[in-house]
């Protein structure tokens, strides 16, 4: 049974920096796409940054420049690295995989079969 385990949330101050962790297990194989995903209060979830299991990424264009997506193959697991972090960024993050083929619209959530629990982030200004 495929399961993803987020971790690394936490309340930072505008300006600041967290690494994002997303554990996978239960796979015979590595993920085709992981992603990040975020929702905050009140509104829709939407895509920050999937990557492919050869390296290939694509970001919202409100994280651009400032957040970094990677997965480690040999360990299943999945990393958002956030910097410059706005107020606008508070939401619950959510890791996903197994999006339905063929991949469109890679951060549209809906795509998505697996997810994980989600992690808090919360931005102060």
């Known amino acids: 049974q495929v399961q993803l385990v987020e971790s690394g949330g936490g309340s930072v101050q505008a300006g600041g920096s967290l690494r994002l962790s997303c554990a996978a297990s239960?796979?015979?194989?590595?993920?085709?796409?992981m992603g990040w995903f975020r929702q905050a209060p009140g509104k829709e979830r939407e895509g920050v940054a999937i990557?492919?299991?050869?390296?290939?990424?694509t970001y919202a264009d409100s994280v651009k420049g400032r957040f970094t997506i990677s997965r480690d193959n040999a360990k299943n697991t999945l990393y958002l690295q956030m910097n410059g972090l706005k107020p606008e960024d508070t939401a619950m993050y959510y890791c996903?995989?197994?999006?339905?083929?063929?991949?469109?619209?890679?951060?549209?959530?809906?795509?998505?079969?697996?997810w994980g629990r989600g992690t808090q982030v919360t931005v102060s200004s």
């Open positions: 239960g796979y015979t194989h590595n993920p085709y796409c």
């Open positions: 990557i492919l299991d050869y390296g290939a990424t």
């Open positions: 996903a995989a197994d999006p339905r083929l063929p991949l469109f619209t890679p951060l549209k959530a809906d795509n998505y079969k697996s």
